[in-house]
């Protein structure tokens, strides 16, 4: 072997070897590598992989349906799209959030295109751009292809009915949490469980998979039956609204009671607000009157006294109590009516609504005997519902009363109550004496349908007068709507029973009471003698009148009448009420007192004005005036509206006047002048 294959020769080893030991060392690299990941830090890794990769959804069930008492859905449920995007993916892509966010605010009309760039630029993997967007935007904004923006399907709450019983039900969040109503008092029942499931993400941070094994349906929410009659609650709504617009008043509410149940028919409040969105509306709009707002009753609270006075024997049926001419002096104060009243049986005490007579009826009584009866009746305590905000009135204690409280208070000045607490009062007159526990909410079941919980109705908190004592009322409180202030709530071939209130509005600022500021309100229930319906209605500051019956009353008509139609009650099925109304001693009109009930006659709602004399058009289009003097003002504009007049009132109170007279031809569009007074029988506390 020459020398120079042999140099070659050992080269060839010496790189072999060499090679060799790079393998080798190459192999021991790649060992301790695997015993450092598999072994050493295996458990380190395995958390980490399992951050990247894993990823624990929020599974949040479907909120619970609101169903109405037959059925009908109030707020429901429904899908909708949100966009959201990964920071992340977008430095990845080397995209400008600030040109990303202004290609959205393209498609989203209002985005704030600083605050959603500020967010794409954040080290987080997931931000919202935008909740509940429409599935027009949603498409728009998938078109544009923004790197890191993706869509994500979430449950919105949707009420389908817009406005109609916003207050009962409130509304629910962006995050499907109840806000106010119903939504806050079942917020719990109706959102469900909120479980979370293990899913896998791509390295974008985009789950990929996701995998549970539990049933849905066990972690929904449970739907909920109200005892709100959608109908019902329409036409309150509705006749309130026109009512509170008519009069310019502030505001109003209404309730719609089942007095043998407890079970409220309808709660309306004037204004309202759209819970599908509510921050386009005022707090005052949102707020729900009928439990929040609490006000001096005034005359209403008369028939709780009477019928209180009766059961303790303080007075007895046939009893005539002297009025004192008008007026009756306690202490350096003088209480006054609005006629010269002498000797009135206690029938015309609550149909002419005697402050003078209820006084002297409240002063035979007692202080510590009134209390307790407008205890019993519920003022001064909360009712229960289970509402949010729900206030209990005010009913100061006895020991506390001055000598004019006692005066005042047996005709609702000096004490405070809620409209709910006077028709859960009213109620128990009209059920022979039952002060039940109200109900809204009748009834809850899961998903699989069953029911976990149903509401009692019915339940009696006390008995709050006797019967026998609560049943002699009631054809007293008939007499209030044949012959005396209540007539405008009196509906053609129905017997109601109820009573007019008209109270000036305690000045808290100033002390004492505002001027010419007042709230009207009426309180009943038909049919009289067996009755389905409690109505109580509460006018705020009317500025067109402001007595009870002429503000407060109608609605009551319109709103009894269309309940009572909706319910299938007619008239034919109160001829056996009549036939015990006639029975009745009717209220006898003494010498000095004739003429001085003078009112229109009172139809339906349906045809209120329908009567009114149609005439052809006169020569060249014109149209006859009606013949509008004895009207309420509020007929009186209806009237001449149908016939294209416009309308220009002077007073308050009645038609007294007209100019043009009845019978002449003027064009369409022609103003109507009408003067309006005060009808004879009407005044304060009435």
Same mark, same amino acid.
């Given at each position: 072997? !020459? ?84 920071? /992340? ?28 760039? $500020? ?9 919202? &751009? ?12 998938? $078109? ?75 972690? /929904? ?39 043998? !149940? ?20 005022? @707090?005052?709009? $949102? ?6 707002d609490r006000f001096e009753p005034g005359s209403t609270i008369k028939m709780f006294t009477m019928a209180s006075a009766l059961g303790t024997g303080a007075v007895s049926p046939r009893q005539h109590i002297d009025c004192g001419n008008g007026s009756f002096q306690v202490g350096e104060f003088v209480i006054h009516d609005s006629e010269h009243w002498g000797r009135l049986s206690l029938t015309e005490i609550l149909a002419y ?7 002297? &009826? ?19 305590? +909360? ?8 206030? +209990? ?49 009748? $009834? ?36 209030? !709507? ?26 808290? &600022?100033?002390?004492?009471? @505002? ?22 209605? &509460? ?13 407060? @009353? ?60 149609? !005439? ?71």
């Open positions: 072997m !020459t020398p120079v294959n042999a140099r070659r020769i050992r080269w060839i080893r010496v790189r072999v070897a060499m090679l060799t030991a790079l393998l080798l060392v190459g192999v021991g690299a790649i060992v301790c590598r695997a015993w450092e990941l598999q072994i050493k830090g295996a458990d380190r890794l395995a958390k980490m992989a399992k951050e990247q990769h894993e990823r624990s959804l929020r599974l949040a069930p479907m909120r619970g349906t609101i169903f109405d008492r037959n059925g009908a859905e109030l707020a429901v449920s429904v899908e909708a799209d949100s966009l959201s995007a990964n920071p /992340q993916v977008l430095k990845a892509a080397h995209a400008n959030p600030t040109l990303v966010a202004r290609g959205l605010a393209s498609v989203l009309s209002g985005l704030n295109v600083p605050k959603i760039a $500020r967010r794409l630029a954040s080290d987080r993997h997931f931000v919202w &751009i935008e909740r509940h967007v429409t599935p027009k935007q949603a498409q728009l904004v998938s $078109r544009l292809r923004l790197p890191g923006v993706q869509t994500t399907k979430e449950a919105k709450r949707y009420y389908p009915n817009r406005k109609l019983a916003a207050h009962v039900l409130g509304f629910a969040d962006v995050d499907g949490r109840g806000i106010e109503g119903v939504e806050l008092a079942l917020d719990s029942r109706l959102r469900g469980r909120v479980e979370t499931s293990p899913a896998i993400r791509d390295s974008r941070g985009f789950v990929v998979f996701a995998e549970h094994f539990l049933d849905d349906r066990a972690t /929904q929410g449970e739907d909920v039956t109200l005892s709100i009659d959608r109908t019902i609650q329409h036409r309150a709504e509705e006749e309130l609204e026109a009512a509170v617009e008519l009069s310019q008043a502030k505001a109003g509410s209404t309730v719609v009671m089942d007095p043998h !149940t407890g079970e409220i028919l309808a709660m309306a409040n004037y204004p309202s607000f759209n819970p599908n969105d509510p921050g386009a509306f005022p @707090a005052a709009s $949102r707020r729900n009157r009928a439990v929040t609504s005697s402050n003078v007579g209820i006084s002297r &009826i409240g002063m035979a009584m007692g202080k510590a005997r009134m209390f307790r009866a407008l205890r019993q009746f519920g003022f001064g305590e +909360s009712t229960e519902l289970g509402l949010p905000g729900e206030v +209990s009135g005010i009913l100061r204690h006895y020991s506390k009363w001055y000598d004019m409280d006692m005066a005042t208070v047996p005709w609702g000045q000096g004490m405070s109550v809620t409209a709910l607490q006077l028709a859960v009062a009213t109620s128990a007159l009209a059920n022979g004496g039952k002060l039940l526990k109200p109900t809204i909410i009748r $009834r809850l079941r899961n998903s699989h349908g069953e029911v976990t919980e149903e509401f009692q109705t019915g339940v009696v908190r006390r008995q709050a007068v006797a019967a026998w004592a609560a049943r002699r009322v009631v054809p007293m409180l008939a007499a209030v !709507t044949t012959d005396g202030t209540g007539k405008e709530a009196a509906i053609e071939g129905f017997p109601v029973a109820g009573k007019t209130g008209t109270a000036q509005k305690a000045d808290y &600022i100033t002390g004492g009471y @505002a001027r010419d500021t007042w709230l009207a309100s009426f309180a009943g229930f038909v049919p009289a003698y067996h009755p389905r319906l409690t109505i109580v209605t &509460i006018i705020d500051e009317p500025k067109l009148d402001h007595s009870g019956g002429l503000i407060a @009353a109608p609605v009551f008509r319109r709103v009894a009448f269309a309940a009572l139609r909706h319910l299938g009650v007619t008239a034919e099925d109160s001829r056996p009420a009549l036939a015990e109304a006639t029975r009745q001693k009717r209220l006898k009109i003494t010498p000095e007192k004739s003429g001085h009930l003078e009112m229109p006659s009172i139809v339906p709602a349906e045809y209120y004005e329908a009567r009114a004399e149609r !005439t052809g058009a006169g020569p060249d289009g014109q149209i006859q005036v009606p013949y509008l003097v004895g009207k309420t003002a509020r007929s009186a504009v209806t009237m001449a509206y149908s016939k294209q007049l416009e309308v220009q009132l002077s007073g308050s109170g009645m038609v007294r006047a007209q100019h043009p007279e009845a019978g002449a031809y003027v064009m369409p569009g022609s103003r109507l002048v009408l003067t309006l007074g005060e009808p004879e029988h009407a005044r304060q506390g009435s």
